[in-house]
C-alpha cells in the first residue's frame, strides 16, 4: 500500500507542472494575500425525541497567509497556514479535536536566466500543532479519563537546505532538496525512563523517532516540495501539497510521505464549502498511513 501511494504521489508531479492557469506576468515587490474561514456545523435533541442522536456541535478555523517577494532574478515565498478544529458531544465530558496543524514554509530562489524556470534554491519548513493532543478512555468507575499524547513542539519539525526549484508561478512550484537537514524536537516528558531501569529501557518505543531521555533527533536526507493550486471549475479551485522526504541515515527506503488536498467551492463573497484530504505516512510516528477528510460550509474573508 505504500509502495503503491508512493508512486502515486511522484506521479503526481508532472501533472502539477501542466494542470493550471495560465500564469500573469509576476509583479516586482511585495505580493500579501491571505483568507480565513469559519466552519460550524451543530445539532441538538431534547429528552422526548425518539429517533436517535447525541446533541453536539463542532468548530473550525482555518487560514491561511502568503507573503511573497520578487526582485529581478530573486524571488522569496512564504505561507503560513492554521488549522484547527474542535467537537464536543452533550455526554462527554471532555471536547475533542477534529484538526490541529501549524506551518510555515519559506523558500529563497534566485533564477538561473531571465527566461529559465529554474532557480537555485533555499528551504526552511517548520510543522507542529498548536494544542495538546489526547488518547481517552475510562477509568474503573466508567468515568472518562485521558492522557496527554502531543503537544506544541511535542513534536515539532525543523527542515532546511539547499536545491532546486522549479517555478512556473505563484500557484505552480517543485522545490528539490537533496541535502536536507532535519530536526524533529519533543518534550523529554514524553521521553523520560531510568536509565538504570533495564526492563523499562527495553519496553521503550521511540517517541517520533527520538530515543530515551532525549528530546531531539537529527536527520539528513532528500527531500521533495511540489505545490499545485488550479481551477477545475468556475467558482471551484482546488490546491495540492505534497511532500517527500528520505533519511539516509536511517532505512532511507522508508520515504516519509504528506499530502494535502483542499478543493474550494465558492458560492458567494462570504460562503465557501471546502473538502479537505491528507494523507501522511511517517514510521517514526505510526507504522501505517494517517487519514484525515474534512468537509463543511463555512464563511470565509480573504484578505
Request: charged share 20%; net charge negative; aromatic share 14%.
Amino acid at each position: 500500500m505504500k509502495k503503491i501511494l508512493l508512486t502515486l504521489a511522484i506521479a503526481a508531479i508532472p501533472y502539477l507542472m501542466v494542470a493550471q492557469d495560465e500564469a500573469e506576468a509576476p509583479k516586482e515587490g511585495w505580493t500579501k494575500a491571505g483568507n480565513v474561514s469559519l466552519l460550524f456545523s451543530q445539532s441538538a435533541f431534547n429528552a422526548e425525541w425518539q429517533g436517535g442522536g447525541t446533541t453536539n456541535y463542532s468548530v473550525n478555523l482555518t487560514g491561511s497567509y502568503d507573503a511573497n517577494y520578487k526582485k529581478g532574478r530573486l524571488t522569496w515565498d512564504n505561507r503560513l497556514m492554521v488549522d484547527y478544529g474542535i467537537t464536543n458531544q452533550r455526554d462527554q465530558e471532555f471536547s475533542k479535536k477534529t484538526n490541529d496543524r501549524l506551518e510555515f514554509n519559506s523558500i529563497v530562489g534566485k533564477q538561473l536566466s531571465d527566461t529559465s524556470k529554474w532557480y537555485y534554491s533555499f528551504f526552511f519548513n517548520f510543522r507542529s500543532q498548536i494544542t495538546s493532543g489526547y488518547t481517552f478512555g475510562e477509568d474503573v468507575d466508567g468515568n472518562e479519563t485521558r492522557t496527554e499524547q502531543t503537544k506544541f513542539l511535542s513534536p515539532g519539525y525543523f527542515q532546511a537546505g539547499p536545491g532546486m526549484l522549479w517555478k512556473d508561478s505563484d500557484n505552480l512550484k517543485v522545490n528539490i532538496a537533496p541535502a536536507t537537514a532535519r530536526l524533529i524536537v519533543v518534550d523529554s516528558k514524553f521521553t523520560e525512563v531510568d536509565a538504570n531501569d533495564p526492563v523499562a529501557l527495553a519496553a521503550y518505543s521511540p517517541y517520533f523517532g527520538v530515543d530515551a531521555n532525549e528530546s531531539t533527533r537529527f536527520e539528513f536526507g532528500a527531500s521533495i516540495g511540489a505545490y499545485g493550486k488550479f481551477t477545475l471549475l468556475e467558482n471551484v479551485s482546488m490546491e495540492n501539497v505534497l511532500n517527500l522526504y528520505s533519511n539516509y541515515l536511517e532505512d532511507p527506503q522508508n520515504v516519509d510521505i504528506d499530502y494535502t488536498m483542499n478543493l474550494v467551492m465558492t458560492v458567494n463573497k462570504w460562503i465557501t464549502a471546502n473538502t479537505t484530504f491528507q494523507a501522511i505516512y511517517d514510521d517514526n510516528a505510526v507504522k501505517g498511513f494517517q487519514i484525515r477528510e474534512a468537509l463543511a460550509i463555512g464563511v470565509t474573508y480573504g484578505f
